[in-house]
C-alpha cells in the first residue's frame, strides 16, 4: 500500500508540461497565475505557438490552456496545430485543462475548447483529470461539457466572472494535485 507521502514524493519527481495558447493576453495571465501557485512539481510551460507533437512525447502528466474564440474555434495556435494534435498517442497520460470563453456574449460556444481537445484526448487513449463543474455559470450549449455536470476542465470567464478567477484556478490546482498523485498511486500499485 503506498501512503500519500509517497505520492507526493512520487509526485514530485514528476515533471509537468503546460501547454498554453494565447490571443489577448488573458490565458497567458492565467497561466502564468497557475505558475506562480503549482508547487508541488516541476511545470515546463510551452507555448502553443512553439510545440511539437514530440513535446507531447516527453511528459505523462499535462496541462493545456486556451480560449475558444468565435463561433466555437479553437485559439489559434491551437487550431492550426490541430491536425497534429489529432495524432498524438495519449495512451498512459494524464491531462487537465483549463479553458477561458464569454459565456454571455457566446452563448452557445461557451468554452467549446476544451471539448474539442478532450474528446480527441480521450479517443487518443488518455485520462481527463481536473474536470470542472457546470452548475455556477449561465450559457446556453458547450462542447466543452464532459456531461451535464462537468466540463473537460477549468471554465474561466474574464467577461463576466473575473473575479472568481483567483480563487477558482487555487481550487482546481489542488484538485489537479490530487487527481495527479492519485494517477502515480495507481501506476505504482499496478507495476
Known amino acids: ?3 500519500n507521502c509517497m505520492s507526493m514524493e512520487e509526485l514530485s519527481q514528476k515533471k509537468v508540461g503546460l501547454f498554453f495558447g494565447s490571443d489577448t493576453g488573458n490565458t497567458e495571465e492565467i497561466t502564468q497565475m ?3 501557485l503549482w508547487s508541488f512539481t516541476e511545470l515546463e510551460v510551452i507555448e502553443a505557438c512553439d510545440m511539437t507533437t514530440a513535446d507531447y512525447d516527453r511528459f505523462d502528466y499535462i ?9 466555437g474555434d479553437l485559439q489559434s495556435d491551437f487550431e ?6 489529432k495524432t498524438i498517442n495519449f495512451s498512459g497520460k494524464t491531462i487537465a485543462m483549463y479553458g477561458l470563453g464569454d459565456q454571455y456574449g457566446y452563448a452557445e460556444y461557451f468554452v467549446d475548447g476544451l471539448g474539442i481537445l478532450g474528446k480527441e484526448i480521450i479517443n487518443n487513449g488518455g485520462k481527463i483529470v481536473g474536470m470542472w463543474p457546470s452548475a455556477d455559470y449561465e450559457f446556453d450549449e458547450s462542447k ?3 456531461n451535464d455536470e462537468l466540463f473537460y ?3 474561466l470567464d474574464f467577461e463576466n466572472q473575473m473575479e472568481l478567477n483567483e480563487s477558482r484556478v487555487k481550487t482546481w490546482i489542488e484538485q489537479v494535485r490530487q487527481e495527479f498523485s492519485d494517477q502515480i498511486r495507481q501506476s505504482v500499485a499496478v507495476s
Open 144 to 146: 466543452g461539457l464532459y
Open 80 to 85: 492550426e496545430f490541430y491536425d497534429q494534435f
Open 34 to 36: 497557475i505558475k506562480e
Open 153 to 155: 476542465g477549468l471554465a
Open 63 to 71: 496541462i493545456l490552456g486556451l480560449s475558444t474564440w468565435y463561433d
Open 1 to 3: 500500500m503506498i501512503n
